[in-house]
């Protein structure tokens, strides 16, 4: 028999401290929070609550799928993530401008504020709604298609993104420009056990191409990939990525992609990150970005 109004909302506003928490800590921010949870309750007031068997694992669904929505929304992406900055030389000179060290210890701080901002969409769910939520991997993975293993995985890197985050926000400039050049190398040169050796075992790429998205686990596979683009690494250069050691591919004079690399505390890459949408890749001048090649 289904529940009537009355005891319906009553329930929902039971679990709403909950359910807002679970959206706020996904999101960051109250107000989209609030309106996730008000999407939430117009879609249980349409439910056939004869077919809810657990209102509070339904609920935390439909709450983790709208606010994964609104992650992958473009009104929500950061605008600093990618932020793409020349790769100035790296000093060495003991003498460095204290202003400039300054600086840096601000971007560090603010690195640390935001490293949920590190984690792909799927992995801040996963992480958030595991480790901070308690939910099980075997009710998280249809969230995310994956399997519970699969879902494990992606949580287990993202716990190792957050932790190398944790001992180092922003990496080293002179250990992230080694790690692009050699990559960009190993590219060139189809070298698979350069590739492998650069590699976490359990690295997960992510590539956006705005019409469609692709995910590629694990280092061979993601090396394999790679050794395709040989064309396009030798038309990279290195540039900074919201603070992040990476490459700007530029093609007759535009840039065609951009990758970013995060680095574990090994000085492998745990994570890259592709933005191959010519829509959002539009704007960027090439020519501002080869001060570091």
Not at 255 to 269: K, N, Y
Request: net charge negative; charged share 25%.
């Amino acid at each position: 028999m289904p529940i009537d109004e009355d005891a319906l909302a009553e329930a929902f506003e039971q679990r709403r401290p909950r359910l807002r928490a679970v959206a706020t800590r996904l999101l960051g921010s109250t107000a989209e929070a609030d309106d996730v949870l008000q999407d939430a309750w117009l879609k249980l007031a349409l439910a056939d609550t004869d077919s809810i068997q657990n209102l509070d694992a339904w609920l935390t669904t439909v709450v983790s799928r709208l606010s994964l929505d609104v992650l992958r929304s473009a009104r929500v992406v950061k605008a600093d993530r990618w932020n793409v900055e020349a790769w100035e030389s790296v000093s060495t000179d003991a003498d460095a401008d204290p202003a400039a060290i300054a600086a840096g210890n601000e971007r560090v701080a603010v690195a640390l504020l935001t490293v949920l901002d590190l984690l792909s969409p799927t992995e801040r769910l996963a992480f958030l709604l595991h480790d901070v939520f308690g939910q099980p991997f075997d009710e998280i993975a249809p969230l995310v298609d994956r399997s519970p293993a699969a879902t494990r995985q992606l949580v287990s890197r993202a716990r190792r993104r957050v932790r190398a985050s944790e001992q180092e926000p922003r990496a080293d400039g002179r250990r992230g420009r080694a790690v692009v050049d050699a990559w960009l190398r190993a590219v060139q040169e189809g070298d698979l056990a350069g590739l492998l050796a650069l590699l976490d075992e359990h690295a997960v790429l992510d590539a956006d191409y705005g019409s469609s998205t692709v995910q590629l686990a694990g280092a061979a596979e993601i090396a394999d990939s790679a050794r395709t683009a040989a064309h396009l690494a030798s038309h990279s250069l290195p540039v900074l990525i919201g603070g992040r050691p990476g490459v700007a591919a530029v093609l007759h004079g535009r840039v065609v992609s951009l990758m970013a690399f995060d680095l574990g505390a090994d000085e492998r890459i745990v994570g890259l990150d592709v933005l191959a949408d010519p829509r959002r890749l539009a704007e960027l001048d090439p020519g501002a970005l080869a001060a570091g090649r």
